[in-house]
């Protein structure tokens, strides 16, 4: 065989899955330098692992995501390259279904922390320990990639396509909940696809995705 044929027994292939494995050829090339045995040739397994609860738990043989992709951007900030942006393959592979969707308005999803790649502690968070949390800057108007805060900055903020990102991850990935600042949100719960939306203290300046997984 190839090295790129699809195996026949992988399911629908795509321009950005040819083996039809439900890992993208990127994710699949972005993470052999990490130990990651993926094969465009072959039906790959999810090797990740969400071990306890969000705010005390690790990450069993994280995923990472790709620093640029088609319709996405992670932003390293602060922390060294690859240091902050590890999850489960169900994270990193909703990240990047929503930037391919999000990638027609020709904006960047900006995607900062994730995990660091075994999981557990990571300062200043409270949660983010076991690969299902994502921090997502809100869409300025202006649809430069740069930070924003909506409480202090109100005018330089797009809720209506915030509010668009916000039903594409809800609609595209398994969302447990986002927190948010429903108070200047500009949006509640009864407009976006599902009841996900909840206030927490320190989100003005990003929202904050969980998915389903891990200990209840």
Sequence with gaps: MQPDAPAASCGQAHPWDRD??????????????????????????????????????????GVNLRDRGAGYLHVCGTD?????????????????????????TRLAVNVTDLSLRPGGLFRPH??????????????RADGRSAPLDIRLQPDAY????????????????????????LEVLQFRNE???AP??????????????????GAP
């Design 126 to 139: 409270s949660s983010h320990q076991n690969g299902l949390d994502a921090d997502v800057r809100y869409v």
């Design 191 to 193: 407009e976006v696809a």
């Design 80 to 104: 060294p390259v690859d240091a902050d942006d590890w999850g489960t393959l169900s994270l990193v592979a909703c990240i990047e279904a929503v930037g391919r969707f999000w990638e027609s």
């Design 20 to 61: 039809g494995d439900g890992i993208s050829d990127t994710i699949e090339d972005n993470n052999r330098p990490f130990g990651h045995a993926f094969s465009h040739a072959r039906c790959d397994r999810d090797p990740s692992r969400p071990i306890g609860q969000a705010a005390s738990g690790r990450l069993s043989l």
């Design 158 to 181: 797009d809720a209506v396509a915030t509010r668009a990102l916000m039903n594409a991850f809800i609609e595209l990935c398994p969302v447990r909940v986002i927190f948010t600042d």
């Design 196 to 213: 996900v939306l909840v206030t927490a203290r320190g989100h003005t300046n990003h929202f904050h995705v969980r998915l389903k997984g």
